[in-house]
């Protein structure tokens, strides 16, 4: 384009196939098509094709909006959405919280009472199940003092622990007494009594101070290794050894009560 057809543009065309010329614009751009055929009939085929659509789309544009397209309902939805990953993130907060809180709760309920840090029922287990792994697979040193000198063994354990401790007798279980040791426990002692049956399978007592009272059992699995632990009258003890859950547990209940004093399963020399 030159001079004066310079002015008009691409765009003015387009605006006037769109019907969006007006005014002085809308003279300038007939005027100029008027003086350029083939722009013309450029602009009238595109006009044509233009009318043809919209002819095709009309009963379409005069269908009522879908509901699922209204603006309220849009808006309706989102709240819903957003409202469910609010809830669902508070509710796994709140389990988490929750979960913290009473795991917190149970690990410290003796810490509390007694007013200074106190270990739990998983500490003495993880403890006693590190001794157990230990020692169990020592063959010539499984023990520090035997059973033939269980009188010098108990006494000098119980020296070392503060507290008068006796070994349980498990025999009806098929375990005798092969002896014990004295292992560190912190800024204390733990005493580790082990036992082992006609086939040479072996399980262990463990005993550490710990104060408070939690004489409900936690069991701990690890690999082949099982531990029943508790807490009783201001010391932690476990059982452990090679066996089943239910295998275990009898043998645990066995040593609760022989500890205790208050059962025939006890061995004292």
């Given at each position: ?93 709140l389990l988490f919280a929750g979960g913290i809180g009473t795991g917190w709760m149970a690990a410290n309920r003796m810490e509390m009472a ?156």
């Open positions: 384009m030159t001079g004066k057809d310079a002015a008009i543009r691409e765009e003015d065309l387009q605006a006037y196939v769109d019907g969006r010329a007006s005014g002085d614009r809308l003279v300038e751009i007939e005027a100029y098509l008027a003086q350029h055929p083939e722009e013309r009939e450029r602009v009238a085929l595109e006009r044509r094709q233009r009318a043809a659509l919209r002819g095709q789309l009309e009963n379409k544009a005069a269908e009522p909006i879908p509901p699922r397209l209204w603006i309220a309902n849009i808006q309706a939805a989102r709240r819903r959405r957003w409202g469910w990953r609010l809830g669902a993130a508070a509710a796994a907060l007694s007013g200074q840090p106190t270990p739990s029922t998983t500490a003495v287990a993880e403890n006693a199940s590190l001794a157990y792994r230990t020692f169990v697979v020592e063959v010539a040193h499984p023990v520090e003092v035997d059973a033939q000198h269980q009188a010098h063994l108990l006494q000098w354990l119980s020296r070392r622990l503060g507290k008068p401790l006796i070994a349980p007798d498990l025999t009806s279980f098929g375990y005798r007494l092969m002896g014990g040791r004295l292992l560190p426990s912190g800024s204390g002692a733990a005493a580790q009594l082990m036992y082992d049956d006609p086939t040479g399978k072996r399980l262990t007592v463990y005993v550490r101070a710990a104060e408070g009272s939690e004489t409900a059992f936690r069991f701990q699995h690890e690999g082949e290794t099982s531990t029943f632990a508790w807490i009783d009258r201001g010391f932690g003890f476990a059982v452990t050894g090679a066996l089943q859950r239910e295998e275990l547990l009898p043998i645990a209940e066995a040593v609760y009560h022989g500890l205790s004093g208050d059962s025939p399963a006890v061995k004292k020399d």
